[in-house]
Nanobody, 124 residues
Framework: QVHIEESGGGSVQAGDSLRLSCAASGRSFRTGAMGWFRQAPGKDRELVATMRGGSIVYADSVKGRFTISRDNSKNMVYLQMNSLRPEDTATYYC???????????????????WGQGTQVTVSS
């Protein structure tokens, strides 16, 4: 059984940094995609960043501020978030999929496994 677990959320001030971690167990996603989505209150869930092999996709709103990385030996993905803004406030979800291809990385429904989410709150 696959289990996805996020950690590292919290409450910070604008301009601060946070690092989210996500651990997957139950199967390897070495050749698949692992990434991060977020959902703010009253809004749809949106892609933040995702990674499959050498392909990385970022939302325009986080480019230059957030960095995604993976450790395939540990089946983990990380999201380094710098220069946080109040509009980054959301629940952040880790997602993984073994069958994604580059053209489907932005598609939420292409991810098979999801974590419970971790809250990030940025105050001004």
């Amino acid at each position: 059984q696959v289990h996805i677990e996020e950690s590292g959320g919290g409450s910070v001030q604008a301009g601060d940094s946070l690092r989210l971690s996500c651990a997957a167990s139950g199967r390897s996603f070495r050749t698949g995609a692992m990434g991060w989505f977020r959902q703010a209150p009253g809004k749809d869930r949106e892609l933040v960043a995702t990674m499959r092999g050498g392909s990385i996709v970022y939302a325009d709103s986080v480019k230059g501020r957030f960095t995604i990385s993976r450790d395939n030996s540990k089946n983990m993905v990380y999201l380094q978030m710098n220069s946080l803004r109040p509009e980054d406030t959301a629940t952040y979800y880790c997602a993984a999929g073994a069958r994604l291809i580059t053209s489907t990385l932005r598609i939420e429904t292409a991810y098979d496994y999801w974590g419970q989410g971790t809250q990030v709150t940025v105050s001004s």
